[in-house]
T-cell receptor, first 114, second 115 residues
Framework: AQSVTQLDSHVSVSEGTPVLLRCNYS??????LFWYVQHPNKGLQLLLK??????LVKGINGFEAEFKKSETSFHLTKPSAHMSDAAEYFCVVSLKAAGNKLTFGGGTRVLVKP | GAGVSQSPSNKVTEKGKDVELRCDPISGHTALYWYRQSLGQGLEFLIY????????KSGLPSDRFSAERTGGSVSTLTIQRTQQEDSAVYLCASSSGGPSTDTQYFGPGTRLTVL
């Protein structure tokens, strides 16, 4: 079985300051991990994914995430928030052995203040 | 190229009616997934099709829900005798279905409201 916990349901940051979205996972096997973003009334867009290659993963729009097996974490960061980063972010885990079905975290809604 | 498309974008129906939701995956993608996004349950897996294999229906919440995929392409999710708790956004995703972990590309979703 696999599960994902996003530790913050809401995060508020000022424009130009760093963003940190926390994610912990549980999986019996080596999982693949993803971050997706959902802007209001839009579909889910992939930000980045980890599939057992480099532990530091760079994604689109300046986001990156680090896979830490010892901490079972996959936190998402961005050095400088932009107004367009206001959205909901989902940490996701999948297992190839389970048909790559995605298991989603509860989501973190990011508010960016000017 | 064209992404995943879903129709209708919005559907309002009365309790007890049947509804059909359609998904057109990215051309050439062999894997197709349905998910549901609701306020109470978040995002949850419903059903998965891979090529000609039998679908994985392990996420369907009740026998009122069914899905088919014709010709390995278009998929239809059917909800019979809709209930108010079925109100949600239904998302479809497709991937190339290769042996490695593939990115799933999502459609814009169908917002279902059951009155």
């Amino acid at each position: 079985a696999q599960s994902v916990t996003q530790l913050d349901s809401h995060v508020s940051v000022s424009e130009g300051t760093p963003v940190l979205l926390r994610c912990n996972y549980s999986s019996s096997y080596s999982p693949s991990l993803f971050w997706y973003v959902q802007h209001p009334n839009k579909g889910l867009q992939l930000l980045l994914k980890y599939t057992s290659a480099a532990t530091l993963v760079k994604g689109i729009n300046g986001f990156e995430a680090e896979f830490k097996k010892s901490e079972t974490s996959f936190h998402l960061t961005k050095p400088s928030a932009h107004m367009s980063d206001a959205a909901e972010y989902f940490c996701v885990v999948s297992l190839k052995a389970a048909g790559n079905k995605l298991t989603f975290g509860g989501g973190t809604r990011v508010l960016v203040k000017p | 190229g064209a992404g995943v498309s879903q129709s209708p974008s919005n559907k309002v129906t009365e309790k007890g009616k049947d509804v059909e939701l359609r998904c057109d995956p990215i051309s050439g993608h062999t894997a197709l997934y349905w998910y549901r996004q609701s306020l109470g349950q978040g995002l949850e897996f419903l059903i998965y099709f891979q090529g000609n294999s039998a679908p994985d229906k392990s996420g369907l919440p009740s026998d009122r829900f069914s899905a088919e995929r014709t010709g390995g392409s278009v998929s239809t999710l059917t909800i019979q005798r809709t209930q108010q708790e079925d109100s949600a956004v239904y998302l479809c995703a497709s991937s190339s279905g290769g042996p490695s972990t593939d990115t799933q590309y999502f459609g814009p979703g169908t917002r279902l409201t059951v009155l």
